[in-house]
């Protein structure tokens, strides 16, 4: 073993440490010789190099190692830490700095980070061979090593050498501040602080930059553009030429008569620039100047407020504050001004037409007030023209005395002939005339005008009124001109007419086969078009609700810890970028992309409640990159929450069953699917917001009669139950990082994208609208007698509502048949009980009996054509189910409006509501089967048809048999069983 035995004097023991030194094995520890470890590696005695008791034999030992380790440390300028390392001490290292300074290009930078573009510690170390986590870690006996780094990048830092992009150009940006500020050029935004991108385009900075982006990232950039604008502000610096001529403008404002533009709302411009002689763009980019118009302007305005002579003025019998006679308008944001009634009247006067001309016009739109005021100006100063009118109108006002209304009349129509005279073709606009009498400041004279065609805004489109696209209509027109081939059809200018005889001859040319009926060749389309838009509305469901199913199978194999992603997201910032996107390509594997989508879908649920964050939202690129890879932002929160177009093919799948408003439709809640009393069937209950929040309930079957169609039911049950977890009640999907309500503009163009799928319906022009009316319109015509089954669809509380969505065409035609048959008819109701009214009706004994046998009393109040029937069997039989009449399937059912007829119904109708509580707490399904049709029956006829005319005088005289009859001691009420 060596040791002293061998190194046992003072020139032996030196020598092995210079060999230790030479081959890079001298061990040291926090800056100095490690004698512990020399002794115990190499053999020397326990404490013999660093003689810690002070033995006399070990003390030359100590002092051999003292001086050595001295030497060494002024040698290398202190700490030898790293002496076994090529730069391992501080002279070293400072020669490696020193050559690094001439050869910046050895320098490893970070690429990405906080220290983007700054010397990289850990590549530092790697490329230069220090070890590991010196340079980067707290190691004490390398703390010098890191002063001395960091000593140095700040002075690359400083010198604009190192850094981000922009930190690099700061000291070219300082010297190009220092110029412009020298030449008074510096560009000023309109917070009078130094224009960022003015000065950064300046340098290459692209037009889609964030220039705050820029400014957080380069912190030397920040204290720049800080250091210049609290510049600007101490100096009150401005790069602005027409400064210069703020003195001036000042002097202006202040002891001019000011000069308005047109409006007299706004300080004219053009007289300022001619003023000063300068050019508007000079006061225009000067914010000083344009600082001390508007505060003229808003002194200006004060004046613009009140009126002088009274406080206030009576209009429409109310006072009203006297705005003067140039009164401002905010609704309009204009003045009026009547300054010029002043001469020919005075001041009281002009200032009370101001006053009402205002109160008056706040209540118009803004494109007919101009009009408006030009007329009412003009009329006044033409009654003060003496030439214009011998009267004394004019003087009347100018006095405020009372005026003869035939005098005013006169001269109301005199200035009506003066326009026409003038202008045969003028729009008169005399109609503010007209409003300035009823708010009683003149006489009240209505205008003669052109009559106007009043639109029909009852009128509801259906889908068979829809209009043919542009690239249809030639194709329409030939058959249009072949119209006359069939049935002998001449279109009309109808409200309704020539769109359903389009829609007919349409179809005509591509089904022959449709039933020669109008009315059921349109019920036949009707049915077909809504179940094409059933079965499109349902393939965009059923491609949503596929995505999302899968989702649940993906969510199973996802393997990321969200509570660890959490914390990695909290402390994002502290740790480095290169453990941050390790973490990542764990969590997100780019090798396999189905764990990635898994474990993408449960943090996008977990951490973010299912609403998928973006950039924008997080300042985290990420985010895009990771959705780019599954097929964007929306096909991801498909997913995991509905799409705009599922919300809307649900919605669609609603209307089409239920008949329902599209406002309706887009309120609906998340629970809006309820249990029901009818089998099968599951209610939608929506609300009203037009009818003060009614509720409206739609009992709809759960299982669609047609495979190729989803039931509405089913598809806004399975929309409600993913619907995100936030405090709207409305369905919300997910659109541009949140979540949203589907919005009437937004339902309109899926459902367009909807009917666009079908080489069908792309064909004509349709919005959701005409699905309620179609409905309506169908159910009307599978029962067209009976308005109440639509009318409860509906919910409408009156039946000429309804009318508004079913009386269309082919309804129409349908009831002028029925009419047809019941004139046919009703002459044998009236003289029903005459025994000789075969004579009176000039017809022999035995037509007349055939057609008295046509018609029979139920005892309703109605009749029966004919109560012979054919069963499904085959068998002819007679009817007794006069429960059912309301709902005749046969179309056999008359009413006769004679006092008897109308008092059995007045009769019936009391015995409903009397019984109504205690049937439907028995029998609430039999009350809405049977009863419910036959009290919308009797409110029709009673309350809307026995109204007008001779009916209102019939349905007179029935109250009064049908209150003889219920007072009589003897009578008994019937009951609805």
Known sequence: MAGLETYNTPEKLRKFFQEL????????????????????????????????????????????????????????????????????????????????????????????????????????????????????????????????LNEFDEELYEQGITGTVWERKVPDLRTYLETLSENNELPINELGKLNRRAVMVHFGMPANQSTSVAETRAPKLKELFAEYDELINKQNYSQYAGDKYKDALSEILQNSELILD???????????????????????????????????????????????????????????????????????????SFSSLIKLYNLEFAEKVGTTFIAICNKAATGTVKNKYFRILHFFEWLANSENLDSNVASLLRDNKKINQADFGRACMAYRAALLLENPNTNLNTHIITQFGDARVIPKYTFLTKGRVNKDRGHRQSILEASIKKDEIERVEEILTDAAKYRGIELSQGKDTKAFLETLLFEKANKPDLPEDLSQAMQEITESRLLEIQIQASKIFRQWQKLHKESAVLLDLATVDCDEFRSMLEKRESISSYVWSQYIKDVFPIDDKQLALANLLTVIKEVYNSCPPNAATTNMQMWNKKYQLFGGIERVASYLVPTRKAISSALTLYLCESGANVAVALTLPKDCVRKSGVAQHKKVVGKKDRSFGKLIYDDLTVKSNNEECVSAINALDYICSVQPKINDDTLQYYQKGAFQPLTEFAFRDEFKAICNQSDYLKQFRLVPSMLRPTVLLNVQLKDPANLGVAQLIAQHESGSTTEGYTNKLPHRIQMEKDMLEFQQTIEVVMVYDDEKVHEKLDIDQKEWTDKKQKVEKTGWGVFCKSREIITEAGEKVKCSEVENCVRCKHDRMLVSADPISIADMIIWKTSLEKHEIDFTAKNMNKWTDIWVPWQAFFTVVLEEKMTRGKLSLIKKQATEVASQRMNDSNFVMPEPW
């Open 21 to 148: 030194l030479s081959q890079n094995k001298l061990p040291t520890h926090k800056g100095k010789v490690a004698r512990s470890l020399i002794e115990k590696k190499y053999g020397f005695q326990h404490c013999s190099l660093s003689n810690y008791h002070g033995f006399d034999k070990y003390q030359w030992c100590k002092n051999v190692v003292d001086g050595f380790e001295n030497e060494l440390i002024e040698k290398e300028g202190g700490d030898i830490t790293g002496i076994n390392t090529e730069h391992g001490t501080p002279i070293r290292f400072r020669e490696l700095i020193d050559k690094l300074r001439e050869n910046i290009a050895d320098l490893p930078l970070a690429d990405q980070g906080n220290r983007s573009g700054r010397i990289s510690f850990s590549s530092f170390e790697k490329k230069f061979g220090f070890p590991a986590q010196s340079l980067v870690g707290k190691t004490e006996s390398w703390q010098w090593a890191r002063h001395m």
């Open 262 to 336: 047109s409006s007299s709302r706004v300080i004219s411009l053009k007289w300022l620039t001619d003023e000063l002689n300068v050019s508007k763009s000079t006061i225009r980019n000067s914010p000083n100047l344009m600082a001390l118009i508007e505060k003229r302007t808003k002194a200006l305005y004060e004046t613009q407020q009140r009126g002088t002579t009274k406080k206030s003025f009576n209009v429409y019998g109310a006072a009203n504050i006297n705005l003067g006679a140039t009164p401002y308008s905010e609704k309009h944001d204009r003045v009026y």
